[in-house]
């Protein structure tokens, strides 16, 4: 059970070493001289894509565990 938790959290690590941009977003940042912009446009983009996980992820996890404890014991 450990294993698994653990590789769910590296797997929920993951996109913060992705590039986020869209093709449109990265060819206006990059004709620019800054660079600090194009890292800030693509940091918050990924901060905005993981909101959406964790709220499913929540969810999941509230109903796995109703469901869980609604089992009842074979006769």
Known sequence: MKWKLLIIFGFLLLP???DAQCAMCRAVLESEGSQAA?????D?????????YLLMGGIA???YRALRG???PAS
């Open 61 to 63: 996890f509230f109903i």
């Open 16 to 18: 913060s070493l992705a």
């Open 38 to 42: 194009a890292k800030g446009i693509n």
């Open 44 to 52: 918050g983009i990924l901060y905005l894509m993981v909101f959406p």
């Open 70 to 72: 609604k089992k009842t």
